[in-house]
């Protein structure tokens, strides 16, 4: 389970690299569909993977900062806030964790029910949704994107 976040947050990394080529104004122009900017994209995914990890921990995990959030490089720092503790809390998993069962309260006050792996294949797969908006944007912006071909990458 490990070694597929290592490649999210691989590709990630190089997303927020990618972003320190192109200007402020198309950093945070309002586009069609996703979270509708790069900036907002970027920031959904990380607050997704915290949001999910919380389901999964005892204590709810905080960025104190996260309200703050403006600029790439407060981006990058809440990544690796979020990265340590997810990857902290997929070292521990227990051996049982395919068929351990979470409590998930929705905002509407629906109580739903998912194992642990059903939430970390999510967290997975939700990032890679959105690095495909990201992707596309790059080429409206004339760019080539970042290539998150998982074969050809080493992230392990």
């Not at 290592?6 to 990618?18: G, K, T």
């Not at 979270?35 to 709810?60: A, G, Q």
């Not at 981006?75 to 351990?100: A, G, M, R």
């Amino acid at each position: 389970m490990l070694s597929l976040f290592l490649y999210n947050w691989q590709v990630r990394e190089d997303w927020l690299n990618w972003c320190q080529t192109i200007s402020e104004e198309e950093f945070h122009k309002e586009r069609i569909g996703g979270m509708k900017s790069i900036r907002e994209t970027l920031i959904h995914i990380v607050d997704c993977e915290l949001l999910w990890l919380n389901s999964l921990v005892e204590k709810p995990i905080i960025f104190e900062n996260r309200t703050a959030i403006n600029a790439l490089s407060e981006i990058c720092t809440y990544s690796d806030f979020v990265k340590f503790h997810t990857e902290s809390f997929i070292e521990q998993l227990p051996s049982q964790y395919e068929n351990n069962i979470i409590e998930v309260k929705r905002r509407d006050g629906t109580i739903l029910h998912f194992t642990q792996k059903k939430i970390l294949a999510h967290m997975i797969t939700h990032e890679i949704h959105h690095i495909g908006q990201l992707s596309i944007w790059a080429r409206e912006l004339g760019l080539k994107p970042i290539s998150s071909d998982l074969i050809i990458r080493d992230y392990d």
